[in-house]
């Protein structure tokens, strides 16, 4: 890199990355420094040249993967990528297409591919209007709906979760909604049939990965509301294939396996990480999601779960997100996550981290009895721990690893 672009937020940190890369220059956007700023850049009259690039071999973007399972991997995202997907997204009529006429809100950060595309590229192609929150907070993220008069709001499950049971959504005006989009992580059609009832609009499940420059599923808005826990089906031009993970041979209909996808959306490769981008995209193209799915048979697909998430109980596979998204209906809690804990029986256990309602208190015996009641038995919780809260990445994913690490620590 030969330019950093920051806030004055963060300008300590960008100096002290001078030190060790070869960059030429900061620029600050919104502080009057010793370094230039936006108001200058566009104040200094420059001829341009037109850039020369290869839009299927340039990199335009590179974003990186979560890391929720693992180390974080810089994703090589090309023109034609972003490009493609947001035309892919465009071709997806159904789904109420951002116009000039929607405000969206960007409550999510841009430097995340969600934000990134989905919101800032995608809304400013469809000659929308954003409006920017630099933090989120709950009476904050309403208010904002009410004053500009929002219309659609792509946020995350935790998000959604507020909207089902934060107090103060009553004491707004959320009339100006149209559409609320979830992704990012699984959402439990619970709490979206929760959330469309308070709110009063339509939520819709997406589905993508940083990988695939995201998008690569929407639920359309005209579907059966038996839907709402839906990934919704694949968009334009793209491929998607469930197998079975261990011989990678094609799964009927209604068969849990993982989710593969092919399509013009998907990244070049890892960033100077050959043998991983061999192991996640097959020489067919096919990338491997590593996430858990099965499609109906109505052409609805849906995620169950991370491959290397799914808990072995006595050798029988246990889908964390499935147990998380029946806990949130509990009365009592209001965030939780379910991670496996060692045992020299049965392999591992399910163990609920649970954050609770202050004024709704719940003991552990009650927790494992709400769900044993409506699972399999091999799902029981068996463990419960009660935490203030649950670590999340800054696009909302439960941080599972940061849990499971703290619990062999013990």
């Known amino acids: 890199a030969k330019i950093i672009v920051t806030v004055s937020a963060f300008l300590d ?5 001078t030190q060790t890369h070869a960059v030429q220059e900061i620029i600050v956007i919104d502080s ?44 090589m995202l090309t023109h034609h990528n972003l490009i493609m997907n947001m035309r892919q997204t465009e071709g997806m009529t ?8 929607d405000t969206v809100l960007g409550v999510l950060p841009f430097f995340h591919i969600y ?28 208010d904002a709906i009410q004053t500009h008069k929002v219309t659609k709001a792509p946020i995350v499950p935790p998000i959604v979760l507020g909207l089902a049971k934060h107090p103060a959504v009553e004491q707004f005006d959320l009339s100006s909604l149209e559409l609320i989009l979830s992704g990012a992580a699984p959402l439990g059609e619970g709490v979206a049939i929760e959330a469309a009832n308070r709110v009063g609009c339509n939520i819709a499940q997406g589905y993508g990965m940083t990988e695939a420059s995201p998008v690569t599923h929407l639920l359309p808005i005209d579907s059966d509301p038996n839907k709402i826990g839906s990934i919704g089906v694949p968009i334009p031009n793209t491929e998607v294939m469930i197998v079975d993970p261990e011989t990678e041979q094609p799964l ?28 996640s995209i097959t020489q067919e193209g096919w990338y491997r ?9 109505e052409g609805f697909f849906y995620a169950v779960d991370r491959i290397k998430e799914l808990i072995k109980y006595k050798g029988m596979q246990v889908a964390p997100a499935e147990l998380e998204a029946l806990l949130l209906t509990h009365a009592s809690i209001a965030d939780v996550a379910v991670i496996p804990v060692a045992d020299e029986e049965a392999g591992e256990l399910p163990k609920a981290v649970v954050v609770i309602k202050n004024e709704l208190p719940v003991t552990s015996e009650e927790v494992m009895s709400f769900v044993a009641d409506k699972v399999a038995p091999h799902k029981k919780i068996r463990l419960v721990e009660f935490v203030d809260k ?17 619990e062999r620590e013990k």
């Open 13 to 17: 940190k960008a100096k002290t990355a």
């Open 32 to 75: 009057e420094t010793e370094y230039r700023n936006l108001k200058g850049l566009m104040q200094e009259n420059h001829e341009l040249s037109e850039p020369s690039i290869s839009p299927k071999e340039d990199l335009c973007a590179l974003p990186y993967s979560s890391g929720t399972t693992g180390l974080p991997k810089g994703v």
């Open 94 to 101: 159904s789904h109420n297409a951002i116009s000039e006429k």
């Open 115 to 142: 934000g990134m595309v989905v919101i800032m590229l995608y809304t400013l192609y469809r000659r929308g209007t954003i409006v920017c929150m630099s933090r989120f907070d709950m009476e904050d993220f309403l």
């Open 252 to 279: 009927k209909t209604n068969q849990n396996g993982e989710i593969w996808i092919r399509g013009p959306q998907i990244m070049k490769g890892y960033l100077n990480r050959v043998e991983a981008t061999n192991e």
């Open 289 to 297: 999601t590593g996430d858990i799915g099965y499609v109906d048979d």
């Open 390 to 406: 649950i670590p999340k990445s800054a696009s909302g994913k439960i941080l599972r690893r940061v849990l499971i690490q703290k």
